[in-house]
């Protein structure tokens, strides 16, 4: 696909759980960027990949939160014993190359996640 | 501490008007700011990048302005139309390119 694909698109699950959110960037983009955004809030950086590694993850706000970019183009952000405070949309962005390119972001449409 | 700030009322002005949104923020020195656009239930929309050693930058119906001193950019849409109503978030680099930090967005509703 020409865009940021995000799956699921909508993830119900309980508190406690463990759950999985995928993000497959365009094609050729090196950079790849993790936000969580609540309802009336701005995006709020988790993480972000220059290829395989994290170059910057002070974003995530515990040790439940993980995310990884193997062979740097699809990335899984890993959320373990959620809570319900977790519930947000979770959103992706890559771009064609990150630091002092000084480029815009594509976003995908996000994984809206909620925690019962 | 740093803060991003947008007007976090909505804003409601009349179809061919000029909307303004305002963007102030404190505490960082950003190399450049970017403006998008976010539908409900969607992700944002890059529209406009301006970087701290330019004043404005325009885009068809879309001026952005920067200002490093007072700390503000400013989004203009002229000849706003129904169609511009959504949610305007601006964005500082605040990470040396490697991070964008967003402010909580302000929200235009074009009225006929």
């Known amino acids: 696909g020409a865009g940021v694909s995000q799956t699921p698109s909508n993830k119900v699950t309980e508190k406690g759980k463990y759950v999985e959110l995928r993000c497959d960037p365009i094609s050729g983009h090196t950079a790849l960027y993790w936000y969580r955004q609540s309802l009336g809030q701005g995006p709020e950086f988790l993480i972000y990949f220059q290829g395989t590694g994290a170059a910057d993850d002070s974003g995530l706000p515990n040790d439940r939160f993980f995310a990884v970019r193997p062979e740097g183009s699809v990335s899984t952000l890993k959320i373990q014993r959620t809570e319900r405070g977790d519930s947000a949309m979770y959103l992706c962005a890559s771009s064609p190359t990150g630091g002092r390119a000084r480029r815009e972001l594509f976003f995908g449409e996000g994984s809206r996640l909620t925690v019962l | 501490s740093q803060k991003i700030e947008q007007n976090s009322e909505a804003l409601n002005i009349q179809e061919g008007k000029t909307a303004t949104l305002t963007c102030n923020y404190t505490?960082?020195?950003?190399?450049?700011l970017q403006w998008y656009r976010q539908d409900p239930g969607r992700g944002p929309v890059f529209l406009l990048l301006i970087r701290e050693n330019e004043k404005e930058k325009r885009k068809e119906r879309l001026k952005v302005t920067f200002d490093t001193t007072l700390k503000q950019s400013l989004f203009h849409i002229t000849a706003s139309q129904p169609a511009d109503s959504a949610t305007y978030l601006c964005a500082l680099d605040t990470g040396g390119g490697n991070k964008l930090t967003f402010g909580t967005g302000t929200q235009l509703k074009v009225e006929l």
């Open positions: 505490n960082y020195s950003p190399a450049y």
